[in-house]
């Protein structure tokens, strides 16, 4: 059974780039690469699948930057990556993509080769949505390592293996057939261990988590299904974030203070990203311009409608929007593409109405449940669900995180989740240009603005009729049932019109302009 963490599947990473489920996951495939060579590569190639997402989209969405920074060992948030062609050069590595009809059954299918002077290695990854991945073959063994262990790779034989006894110290820890094995822990690897296999001239691979909350042994997950919390919280009387915080102190082996320390430490991040936003961004290689300072500056005049809560909320959404596009920093919530609503709709609510930092974080912790059921059940990448998976899965999210200003009871806050999903089922992804902009912005706006109506109806206690699960699992199959042209892929909707079409060509040829009136006749 998947385990999501709130900060590692849902909220998170902190990372640059336009999108999560390219530019931050391919850092963390970069960097599984860079471990699996120990740091010296000379050449990769990627491949990628003609009927995929990233035949399509990996330049101009960001994979190509962050696997370039995770080539060099950076973090999903360094300023690598807004120079990351000049620092490969530097680095002397030789990288190259290619496109070919491979069948591959995930639409974020990367296929590598990687080499230097003296050996030759080949990986397949996924990219599985929110920054999250998973590698599942290394040469000609089928692993699965989606980076939240230390994991160790050995190819050879056992009879050679059983002259290194320390392999075998804890056998629950380690799966092994005749020519490879493979130790897969909680904690670090002894080097005792890895100075002896190289002093045997054994190849093995170690990996070190590339994502922050590790996974413990005998995981006791009270729940992971809506109806299995309700269970769980008949006696006991908890809020949605009270409930966060337990799951996620049993998921991840940390202490509940760790939980709520760390959702501080984010909220602080956001707080910042939309302060840098609302001051201006400035960045060539992008469609839209600065256009947040804008709604701020009207907002007291007789220019705009009056609705303080909700212009704060849009604001704030394209704060964060603008921030991504700039390359600055953000966070994943739960994917970079729909990073402004989660966040914009639960900051700009509370500084609307001056509620505190302390509630701000329980808003989130609350966030990050709901998304822990659509993670584990659904999915947040739109390569396979269209933008349901991501604006919309950040509508549902918010919804329940904004009940909690008003209300401990948990269970408008499930049903202001399932009423804001039940809105935007079916919402395809369809990115003008090949870029994360637009329409994306306006819909983080739609859905931080559903989620304010769909927490104030929950609130008066209006009937969701559907239960969340059963939401949750609809926008599963929904998702599933769109065409690819609509997920991810560049190839249908907005993505394909003449207006989309004439701003990709003049990005290309550097005369696009910002923010000009004339785009809109």
Not at 29 to 55: E, H, W
Not at 174 to 202: A, G, M, P, R
Not at 293 to 317: D, G, H, R, W
Not at 381 to 388: D, F, I, L, R, T
């Amino acid at each position: 059974m998947n385990y999501p963490s709130i900060f590692n599947d849902v909220l998170g990473p902190v990372m640059r780039g336009p999108s999560s489920s390219h530019c931050a996951a391919s850092v963390r495939i970069g960097k599984s690469i860079y471990q699996m060579m120990k740091g010296n590569i000379k050449k990769v190639t990627f491949l990628f699948d003609t009927m995929g997402s990233l035949a399509t989209t990996h330049e101009s969405q960001g994979s190509d930057m962050g696997l370039c920074a995770g080539l060099l060992n950076c973090e999903p948030d360094d300023e690598t990556l807004l120079s990351y062609k000049e620092a490969i050069d530097k680095a002397n590595i030789n990288v190259q993509y290619f496109t070919d009809c491979l069948n591959d059954a995930h639409p974020n299918t990367y296929r590598i080769e990687v080499s230097n002077e003296i050996e030759k290695h080949s990986m397949i990854a996924i990219s599985t949505g929110g920054g999250m991945f998973e590698i599942t073959k290394i040469d000609d063994v089928s692993i699965s390592y989606i980076g939240d262990r230390y994991f160790c790779l050995i190819k050879s034989s056992i009879e050679n293996l059983e002259n290194i006894p320390e392999i075998f110290n804890n056998p629950n820890l380690v799966k092994h057939s005749n020519n490879y094995c493979i130790i897969n822990s909680f904690d670090s690897i002894d080097n005792t261990l890895l100075v002896k296999l190289t002093e045997n001239n054994i190849w093995f691979s170690y990996f070190e988590p590339v994502i922050p909350i590790r996974k413990p042994e005998n995981l006791n997950i009270p729940f992971i299904t809506v109806k299995e919390m309700i269970d769980y919280n008949k006696d006991k009387h908890l809020s949605l974030p009270e409930l966060a915080v337990k799951y996620e102190s049993i998921r991840g082996g940390i202490s509940e203070n760790e939980v709520i320390d760390k959702m501080k430490h984010y909220v602080s991040i956001w707080k910042k990203s939309i302060d840098d936003g609302l001051k201006g961004t400035n960045y060539k290689d992008r469609i839209l311009g600065s256009q947040s300072p804008q709604l701020i500056s009207n907002m007291n005049t007789e220019t705009l409608l009056k609705a303080p809560l909700t212009n704060t909320i849009i604001a704030y959404v394209t704060a964060l929007m603008e921030v991504k596009s700039s390359m600055g920093v953000i966070i994943a919530a739960p994917t970079a593409g729909s990073c402004g609503a989660v966040p914009g709709a639960i900051i700009g609510t509370a500084e609307a109405l001056n509620y505190s930092n302390d509630k701000i974080v329980d808003a989130f912790l609350a966030a990050g449940l709901i998304g822990i059921f659509i993670s584990a059940h659904a999915t947040f990448a739109a390569e396979v669900g269209g933008c349901q998976a991501e604006c919309g899965a950040g509508s549902g999210m918010a919804a329940a995180a904004l009940t909690t200003f008003i209300s401990n009871d948990f269970k408008q806050g499930l049903c202001a989740a399932s009423l804001a999903l039940q809105n935007i089922l079916g919402m395809v992804c369809d990115p003008v240009a090949n870029r994360v902009e637009v329409p994306c912005l306006g819909k983080n706006v739609m859905a931080a603005t559903n989620a304010l109506s769909c927490a104030n109806m929950a609130l008066a206690n209006y009937d969701c009729i559907v239960p969340l699960d059963q939401v949750i699992s609809t926008m599963y199959m929904v998702g599933k049932s769109l065409p690819h042209e609509l997920r991810c892929t560049a190839l249908g909707g907005l993505s394909i019109c003449n207006a989309s079409k004439k701003i990709e060509t003049d990005l290309k040829n550097n005369c696009y302009k910002q923010n000009s009136n004339c785009h809109c006749q």
